[in-house]
């Protein structure tokens, strides 16, 4: 089963279709004792990274979630989920993200306009589950104000106004800062390849 965490705040339904719709055993879990069932998760996340952080706070899914990450449960964050795998924001800085990834997210810099809404190139930097195999770049569906730092967990970037991390692998961690579920086919079949992640032995 993969686990979406459930912690009130996100695109959380579309995100269960979507993963559903990609063929995935998937469903909404709001009781954090629950993550022992899971063998993969997917924490959504929209709006503001330290409204997120504060649900996901309240409702006691982090130290659950860290432990099944150490585990080695495939995760992945979409959107201010995958903001949260970083230490912090410059959204919220009295808030701490999960800490998986030593950086911090800025706000976009030399961007035309903010929140960028739009469909973005990505470019491919390194081989990744989320992505075909010998593939340099996709499309995918942005809608946000702040970015990540390119680091060696970056599996993608993007531009807009800067060059900046669209998607991040490492171990069994995954992150990615466009809306799969919004992204047509691409977004629905890199879902379905977290999926077979999921599923593989």
Known sequence: MILIVDYGIGNLRSAEKALQYSGAQASLIADPERVTEATGIVLPGVGSFGRC???LDASQWRKPLLEAIGRGVPFLGICVGFQMLYEGSDESPDHEGLGLIPAR???L????RLPQIQWNRLKVAKPSTLFPDGIDEQWMYFVHSFAAPVTPETSSTTHYGQTFTASVEFSNVMGVQFHPEKSGIQGLELLARFAQRVEAP
Do not use: F, K, S
């Open 53 to 55: 952080v504060e649900a």
């Open 105 to 107: 997210v800025h706000r």
């Open 109 to 112: 810099v030399g961007a035309p």
